[in-house]
């Protein structure tokens, strides 16, 4: 058990709907990374946040948002939902301490399952 | 932009045996992190081993063991007595800390499949 949660497990929902996954990171832990995992893109980072604030973006689409909260965690919000955002979606924290030029190990989080019918 | 390529989709060992597993990757940066992360049918990502890329001395954990290659940016991993519980998809992935944040960029992974 890596102390990073996600809810929920799996989600099975229709295109076009919107759907928001959340996260809580382990206890202490500032960062939060979201990951995608698809059969066509592989592993790849959509977005971090740090004590609240975006830290750095990647190969997120714009039908997509996070945020994260003052109780640090998170929730990923997928809207307009297609049969390509199929997915595995993790969630990762580290304690990096100021989430941008240091190593600090991420934990990662069970994942959701999403699958868009 | 970095990459990570792994060019053996799949491989199978015999309990007991040694594997390597392949990576190479492309930067232009001089520091930077190496990662392996093997994720079993439970899908769960599991941190197997890390190196620093100004440490020359290759990374050791247990039964895992890394062939880092600065220059021919190369980072094997090597699995010996390989055991039943070793069967995941091994993910390399790398990290530059200083140039695009904490971010991890994973490659295609690789299946090992453990035979008894």
């Known amino acids: 058990d890596s102390g990073v949660t996600q809810t929920p497990k799996h989600l099975i929902t229709a295109t076009g709907q919107r759907v928001t996954l959340r996260c809580s990171p382990r206890?202490?832990?500032?960062?939060v990374y979201w990951y995608q995992q698809s059969l066509d893109q592989g592993l790849q980072f959509l977005i971090q946040?740090?004590?609240?604030?975006?830290?750095a973006k990647g190969n997120i689409l714009e039908r997509f948002s996070a945020q994260q909260f003052p109780d640090l965690h998170s929730e990923l919000n997928l809207s307009s939902l297609e049969l390509g955002d199929s997915a595995l979606y993790f969630c990762?924290?580290?304690?990096?301490?100021?989430?941008?030029?240091?190593?600090?190990?991420?934990?990662f989080g069970p994942g959701t399952r999403l699958t868009v019918l | 932009a970095q990459t990570v390529t792994q060019s053996q989709p799949e491989m199978s060992v015999q309990e007991a045996e040694t594997v390597t597993l392949s990576c190479t990757y492309d930067t232009s940066e001089n520091n930077y992190y190496l990662f392996w992360y093997k994720q079993p049918p439970s899908r769960q990502m599991i941190l197997v081993i890390r190196q620093e890329a100004y440490k020359q001395q290759n990374a050791t954990e247990n039964r895992f063991s890394v062939n880092f290659q600065k220059a021919a940016k190369s980072f094997s991993l090597k699995i010996s007595d390989s055991q039943l519980g070793d069967t995941a998809m091994y993910f390399c992935?790398?990290?530059?800390?200083?140039?695009?944040?904490?971010?991890?960029?994973f490659g295609e992974g690789t299946q090992l499949t453990v035979n008894p």
């Open positions: 206890s202490g832990d500032l960062s």
């Open positions: 992935a790398f990290m530059n800390p200083h140039t695009s944040g904490s971010r991890l960029t």
């Open positions: 946040y740090y004590n609240g604030e975006e830290r």
């Open positions: 990762a924290s580290s304690d990096a301490t100021d989430g941008r030029s240091s190593y600090n190990e991420q934990f």
